[in-house]
């Protein structure tokens, strides 16, 4: 803009001075015409010399007012530019800060805490934000910030393999993610058949039809509830703590046996505050993330038996104290249940 405003300037000095030096050769000419047509001689060509003079000195003074206007116009319109472009930095930065716009320490932060497919996502949507306010990075930046957020193993297990694409790197980690899983898995099984797991056990002995099962919710959506005293951590099923939405981490290796059942799970995940909903009272409790093959989705174990101490559990069925009132979860003693 100021580029086109100095040039709109100097054409305008530009074509005063043509106009002016146009004039004067206009009016002498006619002065030298009207000489020769009349033969005048004397001082008659000093007389219009000088009035020729003072015309070009009225214009020149004229030519002058316009110039210093000019200067005084580029001078408003330059300030009026240099403040406009300050309100919209200012506006820029107040605009990216209020859309949560990441900045360079958050966005090489991002860390990967469950799999390559989550992190993936995460890293596209701040990528994203970043790049808006952030144009021109390149694609080398992108792919050794992804890498870096990788977890230490997954990181090592790529080593000195260079992506060339962001793109690439997805499915480089993606690739290398499942065959360190299967590798784990082989070692799991392994020891599992030698009897060297090296980590914690616990059993679940009952069955399907074990009496102490009761229903319970989840937002709207209804499951089954077991307790079992006997299993030192509370379980929960793959497929609902997935869907349920609440955060899950990485947890040491737990192998459960289901006895009646016939199978083993290990579970690797845990949600640390799941909860859930019994007989219109919230409860929460941190659970264990397991395959359970069996018609309910939530084992309740000898860890929250503990936290709720008025629990109590006869033939008649489970009930306990909370806020001062019994809460009846399942009554054994009708002749209809």
């Given at each position: 803009m100021l580029a086109d405003l100095a040039k709109m300037i100097l054409h305008q000095r530009c074509l005063l001075l043509v106009l002016l030096i146009t004039y004067y050769h206009c009016v002498m000419g006619r002065k030298?015409?009207?000489?020769?047509?009349?033969?005048?001689?004397?001082?008659?060509?000093?007389?219009?010399?000088?009035?020729?003079?003072?015309?070009?000195?009225?214009?020149?003074?004229?030519?002058?007012?316009?110039?210093?206007?000019?200067?005084?116009?580029?001078?408003?319109?330059?300030?009026?530019?240099?403040?406009?472009?300050?309100?919209?930095?200012?506006?820029?930065?107040s605009t990216a800060a209020d859309a949560g716009v990441p900045d360079v320490v958050e966005f090489q932060g991002v860390k990967q805490i469950t799999d390559v497919s989550d992190y993936q996502e995460k890293f596209e949507g701040l990528k994203d934000l970043f790049m808006r306010q952030n144009r021109g990075l390149s694609e080398d930046y992108?792919?050794?910030?992804?890498?870096?957020?990788?977890?230490?193993?997954?990181?090592?297990?790529?080593?000195?393999?260079?992506?060339?694409?962001?793109?690439?790197?997805?499915?480089?980690?993606?690739?290398?993610?499942?065959?360190?899983?299967?590798?784990?898995?082989?070692v799991m099984k392994d020891r599992l058949r030698k009897g060297d797991l090296g980590c914690e056990q616990v059993t679940v002995i009952s069955c399907c039809k074990d009496p102490f099962r009761f229903g319970a919710f989840v937002g709207e959506k209804e499951i089954k509830v077991l307790i079992c005293p006997e299993v030192a951590h509370s379980l929960i099923d793959t497929s609902l703590a997935v869907k349920a939405g609440y955060k899950i981490e990485e947890a040491e290796p737990l192998r459960v046996k289901f006895f009646m059942l016939c199978y083993w799970a290990v579970s690797r995940f845990r949600c640390p505050n799941f909860e859930w909903t019994m007989k219109g009272l919230k409860f929460s409790a941190e659970m264990r993330i397991v395959e359970i093959k069996a018609e309910y989705d939530i084992i309740l174990g000898s860890d929250w038996v503990r936290e709720n101490n008025s629990l109590s559990i006869s033939s008649d069925g489970i009930s306990l104290q909370k806020d001062g009132k019994e809460i009846v979860l399942l009554d054994l003693s009708r002749d209809d249940v």
């Open positions: 030298r015409n009207k000489n020769k047509n009349h033969g005048t001689t004397g001082a008659k060509p000093c007389q219009d010399a000088e009035s020729l003079m003072t015309c070009m000195t009225n214009l020149m003074a004229s030519v002058t007012n316009m110039s210093v206007r000019l200067d005084a116009i580029s001078s408003t319109v330059t300030g009026l530019v240099s403040n406009s472009k300050i309100d919209d930095e200012a506006s820029g930065k992108l792919i050794s910030s992804f890498l870096n957020g990788l977890k230490p193993e997954l990181r090592d297990s790529i080593g000195d393999v260079k992506p060339e694409s962001i793109s690439q790197a997805y499915r480089l980690a993606s690739t290398h993610e499942m065959a360190i899983q299967e590798m784990k898995d082989k």
